[in-house]
């Protein structure tokens, strides 16, 4: 664009000396020649001016767009670490349902660690899966039927889902009722 630019401003140059050159071989310098070479001057100003200004503009798109993606990239820049840390969250789980009723300072211990990994998963806009207001194909995998549930109702979670920045993380693995 700014060589473009340059050829007009040569252009307009050349054209501006050619049209002196013409003056001064006509031998006076007539006010319709001189109107007419402010014209063609006033002309060439908007020309450049609406040049810059979409230059100005364009700028200032590609700049917002580098900023976007930029922000993207940070929030999403821990997906493959929080997929990981998934997992010893479903294991922490595991472990507390294998427990059973019984308390004991070892499950208290289980249970504080998992709640300050999910604290730790929160404060990174890492949040679980809503799976109480029904079945949505975006944010759970149906992997069985549910004689017990009702239609379109998850009838068991066999695996929480996990959003990053309302962005599906990992779907939740769900029955559902036929």
Do not use: C, W
């Amino acid at each position: 664009m700014a060589h473009e630019q340059n050829e007009h401003v040569q252009d307009t140059q050349s054209e501006q000396i050619d049209s002196s050159e013409n003056v001064e071989q006509a031998g006076s310098v007539t006010v319709e020649d001189l109107k007419e070479q402010i014209s063609k001057l006033e002309e060439s100003l908007k020309l450049e001016k609406a040049r810059a200004a979409n230059a100005v503009y364009e700028a200032e798109k590609v700049k917002e767009r580098l900023v976007r993606e930029a922000e993207n990239a940070k929030k999403f820049a821990l997906e493959k670490f929080a997929k990981g840390l998934l997992e010893s969250v479903d294991n922490l789980e595991r472990a507390i349902l294998a427990s059973g009723e019984e308390k004991s300072p070892l499950l208290e211990g289980v249970e504080l660690t998992l709640k300050s990994l999910i604290t730790t998963l929160e404060k990174h806009e890492i949040a679980a899966v809503d799976t109480e207001n029904g079945f949505n194909a975006d944010l759970h995998q149906a992997v069985g039927i549910d004689p017990n549930a009702k239609s379109g109702e998850i009838g068991n979670v066999l695996q929480k889902g996990y959003t990053l920045s309302g962005r599906l993380l990992r779907p939740a693995m769900v029955t559902v009722g036929q």
